[in-house]
C-alpha cells in the first residue's frame, strides 16, 4: 500500500499554492455564437500535492489545462475572465492571463510542464527523442549540445526505459506507445517543474503499462516534490493518485474535496453517478453470471435500476475456432520472403455459445484484434479452421461467405472512423440491408427507425451525420448497424475503450440487453477488466499470441492461476483511496517482442484443465512462451 501522506508530510495544508486559479471563464467564439467552456472555476494546488480534475468529456477538463499553460487561444478559446497565479521557485507569482508571449516561453517547461493525452502528435516525427528531450535542456537549462543529449539518456533511465543510450536516437515511429508517454514524460520533467499537469496521459494505454506510468508520476513527484494537476475520468486512477478530487460538469466545479471523501462521501448527484459507473473488479466474486451496471441519474440522484437480474444461460455451440495461426511479415530477404515475422495468432482455439459472451483480454500486441478480424474472414489464416454452425468459414467461396456474413457482425474501436463522414447515419445503418437485399425499400427504412430507437436514440436523429453526435452516440449507432441483420455473432473490439464511465456503463447495459432479447453471442475484445467482470460469461486471456488461461469469469478472475494473469490483475487500478498500490507496480516487466525469425517457431504450450471448464497453459509452472 502505497501511502501518499508520506510524500506530503514537508508540504503542509498551509503552504503557499504553487498554481491558484481564480474566477476563471473561457469562451469560444464560432460563427454559430459563443460557447462558455470554463463557467466560473476557483481551485488551489500546493506543493507535493496532486489534485485530480475529473468529469465526462466536454466538461472543461483539457480546457483548464490548456488555459493553465496559455495554450487554449491556439484552439480559438479566450480567457474573458479571471486569474491564473504561478508561484515561480524564485519566489515571484505570475499571473499567467497577462503574461507576455516571450515571458511564457521561458515559463512553459522550466516552471510549469504538460503531458499530453497522444504522444504520437505530440513529439516531432522528424527529430529522435533524445534530440526532443535535449532541446528543453539547451532551451531552460543553458547546457551544451553534448551535455544535453547524455542529460537525456539520464532522464529516460529516469522514466524506466531500458537501454536508454539506443532508445535516445530512435524516432517517435519506432518506440510504442508506452515507449512514447514515458518519452513525453521525460520531457516534461527536464527542468524539475513546480507544476505537471498530466491531460488524460494514460487513456489510450494497456493496464500494465498504464499501472508503470502512474507509479513512475507519483515516485517522480516524491523525489522532485512538484504538485501535479491530474486531468481524467477514470475513477479508478484517479483513487491511486490523488490527493484531492475536483468534480467538473458544464464547466463548472460541481464538488471538490479530498480522495477520501469524495469516494467515500458523495453528495453531489452527478459525483454518485459517476462512481456508481466504476466497474470495481472484484465486485462480482460470489456471482457466476454477468450483472447490469445499476446507475445513478445524474440529475437527481435516483437509482436507474437495470431491466433484470441477469441473463439467460447461454445454449449449444454456435462458433468453434480451431488452431489458428496468423503471421505478419516484418523483414524480408532480397528475394521478397519474410525471415521476420509477427506471430499474432499462434494456434488459438476456442469455442462459443449461443447467448454467451467470451471476453479475450491481454495487452496490446497480443493478438486480441487479430483474432477477432480472422474469425470475421477480414484477415486469411495461415493455418487452422474457423466453423460456423459446423460450416466452415476458412474454405468458403467470397459469395457464401457473404451471406454468411449476415449472421456475423463486428463493432469497432473508435465509431467516428468506422462511420463514413459523408453519409448520414440511417444510410450507414440502412446500407448492410441494402447490400444483402432483405426488405424492401419503406421497410429498410422502418427498420432503421426501429433499430435507433432500440439503442436509445430518437427516429429522427437518421438525417444528421457523425459528426453531430457525441462519442458514446456514435458508438450506439455502430450497435445499430452490427444489429440491421440481425445476427447470430457480434464481435466487439475496444468498442467501449474511448468512452467516458457512465456512457460506457450504459453501453454494456445496452449489450447485455440486446443479448437477453436476441440471444447474441459476443466476443468482446479489451483490456479493461472492469467491464469484463461486468459482461462475461468466460475469459480467454492472450499472450504474444497464445491463449494461456481460458474458463468461466469468476474462476479466472477470482483464482488466476497463470503468472501473466496474475500480472495483469495486479496492474488494475483499485477505485478505493484506501487500496493503494503503486509503488509495487513500478518493476512490472514489459512485454516481449512478438517478432520472431522464420523458423524459429516457439513452443505451444497445452491447455491443462485445472477444474471444471478453467483452462491453463501448462508452462505456467515454469518458463513464459515467448522465450
Not at 454518485?272 to 473488479?281: E, G, I, M
Request: hydrophobic share 40%; glycine share 6%.
Amino acid at each position: 500500500m502505497m501511502e501518499r501522506a508520506a510524500s506530503n508530510s514537508n508540504s503542509p495544508q498551509n503552504a503557499q499554492p504553487v498554481l491558484e486559479v481564480d474566477h476563471l471563464r473561457v469562451q469560444f467564439s464560432s460563427d454559430s455564437g459563443v460557447t462558455t467552456a470554463v463557467v466560473d472555476e476557483s481551485f488551489v494546488i500546493r506543493p507535493g500535492e496532486t489534485l485530480a480534475l475529473v468529469g465526462e468529456s466536454g466538461s472543461g477538463k483539457s480546457v483548464t489545462s490548456l488555459s493553465v499553460m496559455r495554450l487554449v487561444e491556439h484552439g480559438g478559446g479566450k480567457i474573458v475572465n479571471g486569474s491564473i497565479k504561478l508561484r515561480c521557485r524564485d519566489g515571484r507569482v505570475v499571473d499567467l492571463t497577462n503574461a507576455s508571449r516571450s515571458e511564457l516561453q521561458k515559463l512553459r517547461g522550466s516552471e510549469v510542464a504538460m503531458i499530453f493525452q497522444e504522444p504520437m502528435t505530440s513529439l516531432n516525427p522528424v527529430f529522435t527523442v533524445g534530440a526532443q528531450i535535449a532541446e528543453s535542456l539547451t532551451l531552460h537549462r543553458g547546457m551544451s549540445e553534448a551535455e544535453a543529449l547524455k542529460e537525456a539518456v539520464h532522464l529516460l533511465e529516469l522514466v524506466r526505459i531500458p537501454d536508454a543510450a539506443r532508445v535516445a536516437l530512435r524516432f517517435p515511429h519506432q518506440l510504442s506507445g508506452g515507449m512514447r508517454q514515458r518519452v513525453m514524460i521525460a520531457i516534461a520533467l527536464a527542468c524539475k517543474p513546480q507544476l505537471l499537469i498530466a491531460d488524460e496521459p494514460t487513456t489510450a494505454l494497456d493496464v500494465t503499462v498504464q499501472a508503470q506510468i502512474l507509479a513512475l508520476i507519483a515516485q517522480l513527484q516524491k523525489e522532485i516534490g512538484m504538485a501535479v494537476l491530474f486531468i481524467t475520468h477514470d475513477m479508478g486512477v484517479v483513487a491511486q493518485i490523488a490527493d484531492r478530487v475536483a468534480v467538473m460538469r458544464y464547466g463548472e466545479i460541481v464538488e471538490s474535496g479530498t480522495a477520501s471523501e469524495i469516494f467515500t462521501h458523495p453528495k453531489h448527484p452527478y459525483t454518485q453517478a459517476l462512481l456508481s459507473a466504476v466497474p470495481r473488479l472484484g465486485s462480482l466474486k460470489e456471482v457466476d453470471h454477468p450483472c447490469f451496471f445499476r446507475l445513478i441519474d445524474p440529475d437527481n440522484g435516483q437509482v436507474i435500476e437495470p431491466r433484470s437480474d441477469h441473463l439467460h444461460k447461454p445454449g449449444d455451440v454456435i462458433l468453434e475456432v480451431n488452431d489458428i495461426v496468423k503471421t505478419f511479415p516484418v523483414r524480408t530477404d532480397f528475394w521478397g520472403n519474410p525471415t521476420y515475422v509477427v506471430r499474432a495468432c499462434d494456434h488459438v482455439s476456442f469455442k462459443l455459445r449461443a447467448g454467451e459472451t467470451l471476453s479475450i483480454v491481454g495487452e496490446s500486441g497480443c493478438g486480441k484484434s487479430t483474432t477477432g478480424r480472422a474469425v470475421l474472414r477480414l484477415l486469411d489464416v495461415d493455418s487452422g479452421d474457423i466453423l460456423f454452425k459446423d460450416k466452415s468459414l476458412v474454405h468458403m467461396t467470397r459469395r457464401d461467405l457473404q451471406v454468411e456474413r449476415r449472421n456475423l457482425q463486428m463493432i469497432f474501436q473508435d465509431p467516428y472512423a468506422s462511420l463514413d463522414p459523408r453519409q448520414t447515419v440511417g444510410y450507414s445503418i440502412a446500407e448492410p440491408l441494402m447490400i444483402h437485399n432483405v426488405c424492401s425499400k419503406s421497410e429498410m427504412w422502418d427498420r432503421v427507425a426501429q433499430l435507433l430507437k432500440r439503442v436509445g436514440l430518437s427516429p429522427d436523429m437518421a438525417n444528421r451525420y457523425p459528426h453531430e453526435f457525441s462519442g458514446g452516440q456514435r458508438q450506439r449507432i455502430c450497435i445499430a448497424r452490427a444489429l440491421s441483420l440481425r445476427p447470430k455473432v457480434i464481435i466487439a473490439d475496444e468498442c467501449v475503450a474511448a468512452l467516458d464511465v457512465s456512457i460506457r456503463a450504459q453501453v454494456v447495459n445496452l449489450m447485455m440487453e440486446l443479448q437477453e432479447e436476441m440471444g447474441l453471442s459476443y466476443i468482446f475484445i479489451s483490456h479493461d477488466m472492469g467491464v469484463v467482470e461486468r459482461i462475461s460469461h468466460r475469459v480467454a486471456v492472450m499472450y504474444l499470441g497464445q491463449i494461456v488461461e481460458m474458463g468461466p469469469r469468476r474462476a479466472v478472475l477470482s483464482n488466476p492461476l497463470h503468472p501473466y494473469t496474475q500480472k495483469l490483475l495486479s496492474a488494475v487500478p483499485i477505485a478505493d483511496p484506501a487500496e493503494r498500490n503503486l509503488l509495487k507496480l513500478l518493476n512490472l516487466s514489459d512485454l516481449p517482442s512478438p517478432v520472431r525469425r522464420v523458423g524459429d517457431d516457439p513452443v505451444i504450450d497445452p491447455l491443462v484443465e485445472v477444474e471444471p471448464g478453467h483452462f491453463v497453459a501448462r508452462h505456467q509452472v515454469g518458463q513464459m512462451p515467448g522465450a
